[in-house]
């Protein structure tokens, strides 16, 4: 189940991943995220659609 807001994706991302949200952490991810050519953009979009990408780049910038 894709999480459909800020507060579920973040929850996900911190309790059940284990994965300190940081500046450093989110900016990281948007350099491959907003990639369209990146190989782990392109997979990412295969796996969970492009609108799932623009709520995680969305959600992403809230940390910064």
């Known amino acids: 189940m894709l999480p459909k807001s ?9 309790h059940d991943c284990k994965i300190m949200l940081t500046k450093d952490f989110a900016k990281q991810r948007l350099s491959v995220y907003e990639n369209s050519s990146h190989p782990h953009t392109r997979n990412f979009i295969r796996l969970y659609g492009r ?8 959600w992403m910038k809230r940390i910064c």
């Open 51 to 58: 609108q799932h990408l623009q709520n995680i780049i969305k």
């Open 6 to 14: 800020y507060e579920e994706w973040k929850n996900c991302i911190e």
